[in-house]
């Protein structure tokens, strides 16, 4: 079995879902969709006040579990959390947030023997590149990446968050690799050979482009779609 | 330190490093210098054919590095100029007989004697390169304009950079501009968006080198060869001489601008 890194419990207006602070956010919200899924019926519908005691949850964190809730019929209308990183988050996804705990999930004791690891480390950080990077290269990051240069054809960009390119966009890139639709791309120019954002998939059109300029990318409905910015 | 040590690598085979080598050589010992160019492509070695010194060879790299030779016992003069040396790659062994630190030792002992020594580096990005870079310094990257050169290009590039051995110049080997022209072809200019680095030579396509290489007579000799001509120029240009890039066009347009471009850098 599993460790109990969920709890969810029925409130008078909704549904309230307890996430462990401790253990790793990929854990907790997979676990999470499981145990939403086992009972889809049942839960389909809810409004969800969240708990998340005191780990701090960057936005793109937090906006995957609100479209995770989401694709399964929930409506995230509250997040109550002590920490300032993940009520500014929920401000600027406009979920209104509450620093009140209600009912935070205890530790157990033997889960207190791995919550030495800090739970920052899985969140907003970023690595800044300033090189160009040429083919062969590849970046992995759990957080954003920022490559002030090139990524030349045939080097590779891997993050979890977000990637910004000060430069040529021509290699491959995944931005939102953990399957946060949030994510964005953004650089210079944006001719990469293969751009993925969570699980959607974009190719750039054959053919030389007549305009270059700064471009972002994100996903809308399922699709990337990628829009200048002037 | 005396003299300096220039690499000549490509990444990928067949762009033109090892007749690019051989050119360089031969017009640097023309400029007056004195030169020995060195053969890393230890199993596979040409650089003697192209320069007409297949015949001569008693001794090879990998004898000076495992001590059956002395230094000067395996060089062989060029037959025109006595300042230009060969030290040919072994035939029958493999890249592994010899390490880095071989070469680094080999070449500081050729630096007091010698202004330039040149390597020619194998194709690839294993041990073969690693010996032909380690003593470099300063690496000139030969590629070809098209996709799957400049690809690789880009990748040894990147390892040279890694070692600290960067940036490296550019040189661009059998450039068609009638081709350019039509957009079948690479530009000097698309070559150097993708990647950044100085050109320090346009090398237009020339159905006199292959003649020459096979004749053992570098194409830089015959005054008739446009390839000929830009393989001097690049040759002045690494001691350093200021030389505007040839016309290679009836339409002087692209190369004054690539030009501007790179005095603009």
């Known amino acids: 079995m599993q460790e109990e890194l969920v709890a969810i419990k029925g409130l008078n207006d909704g549904l309230l879902i307890s996430l462990s602070a401790t253990e790793s956010w990929q854990s907790v919200t997979d676990q999470l969709a499981a145990r939403i899924d086992e009972k889809a019926q049942f839960y389909a519908g809810a409004n969800i006040t969240v708990e998340l005691g005191e780990r701090p949850v960057p936005k793109y964190e937090l906006s995957s579990l609100k479209a995770l ?18 009520q500014i988050s929920a401000a600027s996804l406009d979920v209104a947030t509450d620093n009140h705990h209600a009912a935070p999930i205890a530790p157990e004791p033997a889960r207190q023997e791995t919550a030495t690891v800090n739970p920052e480390e899985t969140g907003t950080q970023g ?10 290269r590849t970046i992995h990051s759990e957080g954003h990446v920022i490559v002030f240069g090139d990524v030349n054809p045939g080097a590779k960009v891997i993050a979890a968050g977000d990637i910004v390119v000060w430069g040529k966009l021509r290699g491959y890139v995944h931005a939102g690799a953990g ?35 700064p471009e ?5 409905d399922n699709q990337i779609i990628v829009e200048s910015r002037e | 330190m005396g003299g300096k040590v220039v690499t000549i ?47 001569r060879i008693v001794y090879d790299l990998v004898d000076i590095v495992e001590g059956r030779s002395k230094l000067r016992q395996a060089m062989i003069k060029h037959k025109k100029f006595d300042d230009l040396f060969l030290i040919p790659a072994a035939q029958t062994r ?22 330039y020594v040149l390597i020619d580096s194998p194709a690839g990005i294993e041990r073969g390169f690693r010996n032909a870079l380690e003593p470099a310094d300063e690496v000139l990257i030969v590629t070809n304009p098209e996709v799957s050169a400049v690809r690789d290009a880009d990748r040894i590039i990147g390892l040279i950079e890694a ?55 570098p194409v830089t000799l015959n005054m008739q060869s446009k390839a000929g001509m830009a393989f001097n120029n690049v040759a002045r240009r690494v001691i350093g001489e200021d030389v505007p890039f040839m016309n290679l066009d009836e339409n002087p347009g692209i190369f004054q601008r690539l030009v501007g471009l790179l005095n603009g850098r």
């Open chain 1, 179 to 213: 399957g946060d639709e949030s994510a964005i791309v953004c650089a210079l120019e944006m001719s990469p050979s293969q751009l993925r954002i969570a699980e959607c998939v974009f190719r750039s059109p054959p053919g030389r482009r007549k305009k270059i300029m």
């Open chain 1, 69 to 86: 809730l989401e694709r399964r019929g929930l409506t995230l209308s509250l997040v109550r959390s002590g920490s300032s990183t993940t």
């Open chain 1, 216 to 220: 972002v990318a994100l996903v809308r």
């Open chain 2, 163 to 217: 070692a600290d051995k960067g940036p490296g110049k550019l040189i661009i080997n059998r450039l068609k501009s009638d081709m350019v022209k039509k957009g079948e072809m690479l530009s000097s200019e698309d070559v150097f968006d993708i990647l950044g680095l100085a050109i320090i030579g346009i090398i237009p396509e020339d159905e006199l080198v292959l003649s020459a290489s096979n004749s053992g007579v």
């Open chain 2, 94 to 115: 493999d890249k592994m007989a010899v390490s880095p630190e071989d070469m680094v030792k080999l070449t500081d002992e050729l630096r007091e004697d010698f202004d």
């Open chain 2, 9 to 55: 690598s490509s990444g990928k085979g067949g762009v033109g490093k090892t007749t690019a080598t051989a050119n360089l050589g031969i017009s640097l010992a023309s400029l007056g210098k004195k030169v020995v160019v060195i053969d890393a492509d230890i199993g596979l070695r040409n650089l003697d054919v192209i320069m007409g010194l297949e015949n």
């Open chain 1, 127 to 136: 690595v800044l590149f300033r090189r160009t990077l040429r083919s062969g």
